[in-house]
């Protein structure tokens, strides 16, 4: 069975990776999402560095690494050139506010049926107004009470003229 890079990837999402750019600045982050494009999500990212000065003579070159917390990024898949993973998932430190799985159905208030106390009128939800707004509801023709004339309706013959 052959699998895709998408699959491969797939198993280290959540895990702290080393990403290197092709301007050879190094990203380390919690990784979070890719597509097809290879463009990376990563939180909790830091930026590496190399910077390279040179001192008083040409041949000397000091190097010093730079580092700054970006966060959350988005990385464009043209620019990664390897990625390697630093270690597991880091454990959670505060527990998920809903459990993962499908979520609660709650109706919005629009066609959900209204029940109200016996004997009082029901009004229309706030915005939506007592009266048909025009293009919606009774099309013309149909007189109202939501039923065609007799002998308009589907499959009957057109009425003689």
């Known amino acids: 069975m052959t699998s895709g890079k998408g699959s491969k990837l797939l198993r280290y999402v959540e895990h702290r990776i080393r990403v290197t750019l092709t301007d050879s600045r190094t ?49 464009r898949g043209e620019t990664v050139v390897s990625i390697a993973v630093e270690g597991p998932p880091p454990p959670e430190k505060r527990p998920r506010l809903t459990p993962g799985g499908p979520g609660v159905v709650k109706s919005a208030g629009r066609g959900a049926v209204m029940l109200g106390v016996p004997g009082q009128q029901q009004l229309p939800p706030m915005g939506l107004g007592s009266a048909p707004v025009h293009g919606v509801g009774v099309a013309v023709g149909m007189m109202g009470r939501g039923m065609p004339p007799p002998g308009m309706g589907r499959g009957m013959p057109p009425p003689p003229m």
Do not use: P, Y
């Open 27 to 75: 990203m380390v982050g919690t990784f979070l999402a890719f597509d097809k494009h290879l463009n990376l999500v990563l939180c909790d990212t830091e930026e590496f560095r190399t910077l390279r000065s040179k001192g008083d003579r040409s041949a000397v070159v000091e190097e010093r690494q730079e580092k700054r917390s970006l966060g959350l990024i988005i990385l």
